[in-house]
C-alpha cells in the first residue's frame, strides 16, 4: 500500500487563515482546547482546497470561538519569536516545560507541532504561551530507571485487574495511585523510549479506539516533532516525563488486555483504502479529532511503515471496522 506523501510547504492560504486564528482564545468553554490551528494545519497538509480550509475556518468563527483575552502578552511573545527566530524562542521556552507534556491532554504541544511543521512563528508563540499557562506536572514518582518496556508497565497495571480502573479523565487521581508508582519502577528510559511511546500507544489505540487514546497518538507524534526542535537534553526530559504520562493514560481508559500479535497481525494485513482515499474522507469530516488523528496516523506510517496506522486512520474515518 502507497503511504501519503504529507505536504511539507504550507499553502498561502493556511499561512494566511493561521494569521486570522491568533484573534481566538487558546480554549472554548472555559475548559477546553481551541482545535482550528492544529486542524487547519493537519487538513493543508493533507491536501485541502483552500476553499475548505477557509470552511473550517469559518465553521469556528460561528460556533466554538472566544475571543483571545491576552493579546498584549502574546504580541510580547510574537516579538520575541520574531526577533530570535523559531528555533532559538522554542530551544529557550521549552525546558521550562518538560514537566508537563500531558498538559490539557497533550494539547500545546501538539499545536506547538503543528506551528513548527507550517513554520509559522505566531502559531509557536502562542502554543509555548498557552503550554506555559496551562501547564500541568502529573505527580508521578521518581523513576527509578531499569529494563522494562511500556508493555511491562502496562502488563502490571492491568494485572491489578480492571475494575481497579475505571475510566475516568482525572490524570492527577491516576498517577497518583501506589499501583501506578510500582509500575513505573524500573521502567527504561533511553534512547528506545520515543520509539517505546509511539509503539505502545498505536496498540492502545487499536485495542481501545477511545478519545483518550487517540490523543495519546496524535501527543505522541507531537513529541517526536517538537524533540526535534530542542537540544538534546531538552528531548531526553522531554520524553521522560512524557512515559509516565502515558502509562497513567492506559489506565485511565481502564487498563484494558492490549491485543496480542495474532490480532495485531490480522489488522496489519488487511486490504485497506490507499492514504489518498483516506485522507478525502478526512478532509470531509467536520470533527478535528477524526481530521488530526488520520493526518497523524498517514504521517506515522510514512515515517515508520507500520501499516497499523494505516488501519487507524481508516477505522477514524469509517472506512474500516
Known amino acids: 500500500m502507497a503511504t501519503l506523501t504529507i505536504t511539507r510547504r504550507p499553502s498561502d492560504t493556511l499561512l494566511a487563515l493561521l494569521d486570522e486564528e491568533l484573534a481566538f482564545s487558546p480554549s472554548f468553554r472555559g475548559r477546553y482546547s481551541n482545535h482550528l490551528a492544529m486542524s487547519l494545519v493537519a487538513l493543508d497538509q493533507m491536501g485541502a482546497s483552500a476553499e475548505r480550509l477557509r470552511d473550517e475556518f469559518d465553521a469556528h468563527a460561528r460556533a466554538e470561538s472566544e475571543p483571545r483575552t491576552d493579546v498584549d502578552d502574546l504580541a510580547e511573545r510574537r516579538r520575541e519569536v520574531e526577533r530570535d527566530g523559531i528555533e532559538a524562542t522554542v530551544r529557550r521556552r521549552v525546558p521550562a516545560l518538560v514537566a508537563g507534556p500531558a498538559s490539557q491532554l497533550f494539547h500545546p504541544m501538539i499545536r506547538l507541532a503543528y506551528g513548527l511543521e507550517a513554520g509559522h512563528p505566531g502559531q509557536v508563540a502562542a502554543a509555548l504561551l498557552d503550554w506555559e499557562r496551562r501547564h500541568v506536572i502529573l505527580p508521578v514518582p521518581a523513576i527509578a530507571a531499569g529494563p522494562k518496556r511500556l508493555a511491562d508497565v502496562a502488563g502490571e497495571l492491568a494485572a491489578v485487574g480492571s475494575e481497579a480502573w475505571p475510566r475516568t479523565f482525572d490524570l492527577v487521581g491516576i498517577a497518583r495511585r501506589p499501583e501506578m508508582a510500582a509500575a513505573l519502577q524500573g521502567v527504561a528510559l533511553d534512547d528506545q523510549s520515543l520509539d517505546d511511546i509511539s509503539g505502545f500507544v498505536r496498540v ?3 485495542t481501545a479506539d477511545d478519545f483518550l487514546t487517540l490523543h495519546l497518538v496524535t501527543g505522541a507524534r507531537a513529541l517526536r516533532v517538537v524533540t526535534r526542535h530542542v537540544e538534546p537534553d531538552t528531548a531526553r526530559a522531554l520524553v521522560a516525563n512524557a512515559l509516565p ?3 497513567v493514560g492506559y489506565a485511565a ?15 496489519r494485513s488487511r486490504e485497506l483504502p490507499d492514504a489518498a482515499r483516506i485522507a478525502a474522507a478526512a478532509i470531509d469530516s467536520p470533527d478535528p479529532h477524526v481530521i488530526k488523528l488520520a493526518n497523524v496516523a498517514l504521517a506515522e506510517e510514512a515515517r515508520s511503515g507500520d501499516p497499523l496506522y494505516r488501519y487507524l486512520a481508516a477505522r477514524v474515518v469509517r472506512l474500516a471496522s
Not at 487498563?255 to 490480522?266: I, S, V
Open 253 to 267: 481508559v481502564g487498563a484494558p488486555p492490549l491485543l496480542d500479535g495474532d490480532a495485531l497481525h490480522e489488522l
Open 204 to 206: 492502545l489505540h487499536a
Open 245 to 247: 504520562a502515558v502509562a
